[in-house]
């Protein structure tokens, strides 16, 4: 079935440690890949997306993500992590000229030790 | 306004009751979108207009499922006969462009749903 992968439901590390989230996707074809971030007692909020270009994406608050066609991949990365960091990551993906739905993952709990 | 808002943002409602969950998207923007997330899972894609005209509904889980936006501002997302498997998280977003994609939607805080 077509779906969106999060690879981990729960990451505890340590501030400055560095972070890989992973993302895998099943859906053929061009795609627009996204991350959005939820912060405690916060909205949901777009941290970067790709649509297409340069497959390294900046995001805000020093997070990037790098699109890997071949392995249908757009992990998140951060190399040293804040307190602040700590939040629900969602890694999204919508299937160009097919419909405008945005598929999410299931989400990854990220909690920083300060 | 500010930024989407949505009301209310919590209900608890007993097994078969009628509810409506309002959304006041960013002024200006022209699509809406509602999502449901369920507990521990992500936001799923319930419905979308673009302006007034609801472009796909292919979300919604069943005929109680019923989305509007009559002016193509405020939309009302109605649940009818509610029942316990209706506990979610409603999200609205918007964005600006008609294209759906293309341009960020921003999310509201959510109507946390309960039904008992």
């Known amino acids: 079935a077509q779906s969106v992968s999060q690879h981990n439901h729960h990451v505890i590390l340590s501030e400055a440690a560095s972070l890989e989230l992973g993302c895998n996707y099943s859906?053929?074809?061009?795609?627009?890949l996204f991350w959005y971030v939820q912060y405690p007692g916060q909205h949901l909020q777009l941290l970067l997306k790709?649509?297409?270009?340069?497959?390294l994406v900046k995001g805000i608050k020093g997070f990037e993500a790098e699109f890997i066609k071949s392995k249908f991949s757009f992990n998140l990365r951060k190399p040293s992590v804040q307190w602040s960091d700590t939040a629900e990551y969602f890694c999204?993906?919508?299937?160009?000229?097919?419909?405008?739905?945005?598929?999410f993952g299931k989400g990854t709990r990220l909690h920083i030790l300060p | 306004g500010a930024g989407v808002s949505q009301s209310p943002r919590y209900k608890v409602a007993k097994r078969g009751q009628d509810v409506a969950l309002r959304c006041d998207p960013i002024s200006g923007h022209v699509s809406l979108f509602w999502y449901q997330q369920a507990l521990g899972q992500g936001p799923e894609f319930l419905t979308y207009?673009?302006?007034?005209?609801?472009?796909?509904k292919s979300g919604l889980p069943s005929d109680r499922f019923f989305a509007e936006r009559p002016e193509g501002s405020v939309s009302t997302l109605k649940i009818q006969r509610t029942q316990q498997e209706d506990s979610a998280v409603y999200l609205c977003a918007s964005s600006f462009a008609s294209g759906p994609i293309q341009e960020t939607q921003y999310f509201g805080p959510g109507t946390r749903l309960l039904v008992l």
């Open positions: 999204a993906v919508n299937v160009m000229n097919r419909d405008d739905k945005i598929i």
């Open positions: 859906y053929g074809g061009t795609v627009n």
């Open positions: 207009f673009q302006n007034e005209a609801q472009l796909d």
């Open positions: 790709y649509f297409s270009g340069d497959p």
